[in-house]
């Protein structure tokens, strides 16, 4: 048999994967979100109508959009600062490297976990405003500003090590004679950043800010670990809730049906514009 023949054979496992963890599922999720509660008829879009009138769900569709994006401007804005600093040859930089790298080498349970004992009453986090002086905080109490404020800082502290590999290799990437044909050039500093160095990176930047965006979309571990479903809720969040907690697993397939949607939404025009660039 021909290796061309036998090629086809090769991919079976690859595409009976995708069958039966995606096609499948994703196809189910689409009947139970189109099918009517009562009657079980199709196409029935009474699910939606059930979202529209829970006050939880417009808390989870703004959360879905405040938190990834306050998120991933952190990420880009943090990781862009610790590679331009740890690019450089400073002292201890192997072991500065690797401190950045610690939250993301956690498993994810386990850094969560750590975490929410630091902001519980009793936590680390009360203990330092104690020695101050200053008054306890309820830091992950639901719907508190302090509560989507600990969401956001715990998922960009943890995953800003991403956006710092990434933009790191692209750093490592930039031959040094750019660099000193610009410093020929009189080009120092911001200048020499401005000029030089931002407009070399902003390949690596544009696939940080896509593969961050999609994964911070279906963000659900963080939130819900540390507040529960509805202390600061998303849609994936919100999803689990009616699935786990109320048993309407139309609702739960409707809500992440709109979240699929919201992400092809925001993210599908930046992909095809950056496969259009030159």
Same mark, same amino acid.
């Given at each position: 048999?021909?290796?061309?023949?036998r090629?086809?054979?090769?991919?079976?496992?690859?595409?009976?994967?995708?069958?039966?963890?995606?096609?499948?599922?994703?196809?189910?999720?689409?009947?139970?979100?189109?099918?009517?509660?009562?009657?079980?008829?199709?196409?029935?879009?009474?699910?939606?109508? %059930?979202?529209?009138?829970?006050?939880?769900?417009?808390? @989870?569709?703004?959360?879905?959009?405040?938190?990834?994006?306050? %998120?991933?401007?952190?990420?880009?804005?943090?990781?862009? @600062?610790?590679?331009?600093?740890?690019a $450089?040859?400073?002292?201890?930089?192997?072991?500065?490297? %690797?401190?950045?790298?610690?939250?993301?080498?956690l498993?994810?349970?386990?850094?969560?976990?750590?975490?929410?004992?630091?902001?519980?009453?009793?936590?680390?986090?009360?203990?330092?405003?104690?020695?101050? !002086?200053g008054?306890?905080?309820?830091?992950?109490?639901?719907?508190?500003?302090?509560?989507?404020?600990?969401?956001?800082?715990?998922?960009?502290?943890? %995953?800003?090590?991403?956006v710092?590999?990434?933009?790191?290799?692209?750093?490592?990437?930039?031959?040094? $004679?750019?660099? $000193?044909?610009?410093?020929?050039?009189?080009?120092?500093?911001?200048?020499?950043?401005?000029?030089?160095?931002?407009?070399?990176?902003?390949?690596?930047l544009?696939?940080?800010?896509?593969?961050?965006?999609v994964?911070?979309?279906?963000?659900?571990?963080?939130?819900?670990?540390?507040? !529960?479903?509805?202390?600061?809720?998303?849609?994936?969040?919100?999803?689990?809730?009616?699935?786990?907690?109320?048993?309407? $697993?139309? @609702?739960?397939?409707?809500?992440?049906?709109?979240?699929?949607?919201?992400?092809?939404?925001?993210f599908?025009?930046?992909?095809?514009?950056?496969?259009?660039?030159?």
């Amino acid at each position: 048999m021909s290796p061309r023949a036998r090629s086809p054979w090769l991919a079976a496992p690859l595409v009976l994967y995708l069958a039966l963890f995606l096609l499948f599922p994703s196809l189910h999720a689409l009947v139970l979100a189109f099918r009517d509660p009562a009657s079980g008829a199709l196409p029935s879009v009474a699910s939606f109508r %059930t979202l529209a009138r829970d006050a939880l769900f417009w808390r @989870a569709l703004a959360g879905n959009v405040l938190v990834p994006a306050v %998120t991933v401007a952190i990420e880009i804005a943090s990781g862009l @600062a610790l590679a331009l600093l740890l690019a $450089e040859r400073l002292p201890a930089r192997r072991l500065l490297r %690797t401190l950045v790298l610690i939250p993301f080498a956690l498993p994810e349970i386990v850094f969560l976990t750590i975490v929410r004992q630091a902001l519980a009453p009793r936590g680390y986090a009360n203990a330092a405003l104690a020695a101050v !002086g200053g008054a306890p905080v309820d830091w992950l109490a639901p719907a508190s500003a302090t509560a989507y404020l600990a969401v956001i800082v715990t998922d960009a502290w943890r %995953t800003t090590p991403v956006v710092f590999l990434l933009l790191l290799a692209a750093l490592a990437a930039i031959p040094g $004679e750019i660099y $000193e044909a610009a410093r020929l050039d009189g080009a120092r500093g911001v200048r020499l950043f401005r000029h030089v160095t931002l407009p070399l990176l902003r390949p690596a930047l544009a696939a940080a800010l896509l593969l961050r965006g999609v994964d911070a979309l279906r963000i659900f571990a963080t939130p819900l670990v540390l507040t !529960g479903a509805e202390g600061a809720p998303v849609l994936s969040t919100y999803a689990y809730h009616q699935w786990a907690d109320q048993g309407d $697993e139309a @609702a739960a397939a409707a809500a992440a049906v709109l979240l699929a949607l919201l992400s092809a939404t925001l993210f599908l025009p930046l992909l095809r514009r950056r496969r259009s660039a030159p």
